[in-house]
């Protein structure tokens, strides 16, 4: 069975992660308000990824798709993972896109408060 576009560029973003420094703790880690894409350790931070991938930068890119109610729901996701793990490292929500100008890590992408 091929694997879904989704999943391949999960995939791409471990390895460009892994590139980074960082220590992949997790993939599509579900909770009761969505999904974490991937779960990573970066330090002594926990950083909490979103991967987007598009085929074209049109209607704002990949990085447009990580809008406030995504993020809302991710900050959620990230707060049941902390809570379940017994996590207390300092939390980060980084998003790595893919799109038709290559693959870009934003570190920091957003802050919940």
């Not at 989704?6 to 579900?30: D, K, M, S």
Request: proline share 2%; glycine share 12%.
């Amino acid at each position: 069975m091929a694997k879904r576009p989704g999943t391949r560029a999960e995939e791409r973003a471990c390895r460009l992660l892994r590139r980074e420094g960082y220590q992949i703790v997790a993939r599509n880690w579900r909770g009761r308000f969505g999904e974490i894409d991937i779960v990573a350790r970066e330090g002594a931070i926990i950083v909490f990824v979103e991967v987007k991938a598009r085929s074209g930068d049109g209607f704002g890119g990949p990085r447009a798709a990580v809008d406030a109610a995504k993020q809302r729901r991710i900050a959620l996701t990230a707060a049941e993972f902390l809570q379940a793990t017994g996590c207390e490292l300092a939390a980060r929500f980084d998003v790595v896109t893919f799109s038709g100008s290559g693959a870009t890590l934003l570190r920091n992408a957003f802050w919940v408060g």
